[in-house]
């Protein structure tokens, strides 16, 4: 992406649509729809905007409310987390609605969940704790605030791997071998953050820019191609050749930690680095490539601090 393509801003695509139709479930929680097929099988949870301006994944849930999705075996949980962020969404200001005060994908600790701290974020958290809990098959679709292809996220489990590799697409996987490193994001909630655990796969999809159609599509089929490898749904036709499946290794999450942040030089994502190579300088901190070959993923496009400002990952 060129710098000229940063500074026009973000193209409009998708923008929020009523929810409210969405609003009363079935669980006797706001905005969880559950859809039991009477026949034996796992139980999946698809899980839209734990980031309130994370566009695609309400558009992948309200397809699968809209087309009557309903599994054809287990149990078909949709959910669309953080409702109050998007509802604040300013297209003068898109980024913002991102959340109100705390990050809600950071915060699915016990000690967080069952502290004293209050946030809007926090309580809905709370309230979703038993929906995520219950779940054997978790995927929670994100996007990116820059233009760079899809990719998964998941702990460097097996049971995370054989799925993103079989659901397909998209190729690119990023695996965390000791966690994210900067809180506790819903799909290592409870057993499934645990290494020698009964639970299913968990995993993160992020599918491209926010407000990009093309975001959306891909949030549409991963939600589809995911619901058709646990048996839920008919699965769709497999193209005769798949991309090569490309694997990185998270390294090293970098927090923001001072007013004073900045790139060496504009980074979008997946740019690499030479060992050494200093990437970013944080007042008096730097933060330099761990390895050669160094990737960096989701550079912060507006630093915050306590807020990420960059994964570096090495290629596997």
């Keep these: ?19 409210s139709a969405y609003r009363q479930g079935n669980v006797g929680i706001d905005y969880v729809h559950r859809f039991e097929s009477g026949q034996p099988g796992p139980h999946v949870l698809i899980n839209a905007l734990t980031h309130g301006n ?3 994944g309400m558009v992948a849930a309200t397809h699968l409310l809209d087309s009557s999705v309903r599994p054809l075996r287990g149990t078909l949980t949709v959910s ?14 898109p980024f913002e609605s991102r959340q109100l005060v705390h990050n809600l994908n950071r915060v699915w600790s016990a000690a967080e ?5 209050d946030s809007p974020e926090l309580r809905r958290a709370r309230e979703l704790r038993p ?12 996007s990116t605030s820059q233009d760079v292809q899809p990719f998964w996220v998941y702990p460097a489990y097996a049971r995370n791997a054989e799925v993103a590799l079989a659901v397909g697409l998209p190729p690119v996987h990023m695996v965390m071998p000791s966690g994210l490193g900067s809180g506790t994001p819903l799909i290592q909630h409870g057993r499934h953050g645990e290494a020698d655990s009964d639970a299913g796969a968990a995993l993160v999809v992020e599918c491209g820019q926010h407000f990009l159609q093309s975001a959306a599509d891909t949030a549409t089929a991963a939600a589809l191609g995911f619901l058709a490898h646990f048996g839920l749904i008919e699965a769709a036709s497999v193209p005769a050749h798949r991309p090569q499946p ?31 190579e200093l990437i970013a300088r944080d007042g008096p901190h730097e933060i330099r490539a761990l390895c050669d070959d160094c990737t960096v993923m989701m550079p912060t496009r507006a630093p ?11 290629p596997l």
């Design 80 to 93: 669309f987390a953080n409702v109050a962020a998007y509802e604040s969404f300013d297209i003068e200001r």
């Design 1 to 19: 992406m060129s710098d000229s393509k940063q500074a026009a801003g973000p193209v409009f695509e998708v923008l929020p649509r009523d929810l």
């Design 304 to 314: 915050v601090v306590g807020r990420e400002a960059v994964y570096l990952t090495r």
């Design 54 to 56: 994370e566009l695609c």
């Design 113 to 117: 969940l069952e502290g004293s701290d």
């Design 131 to 142: 929906v995520v809990a219950a779940a054997d098959h978790i995927l929670d679709i994100h």
């Design 246 to 276: 490309r694997r990185y290794e998270l390294l090293q999450t970098c927090l923001v930690q001072t007013s004073d942040f900045a790139f060496t030089r504009p980074l979008v994502g997946f740019e690499s680095f030479a060992e050494g």
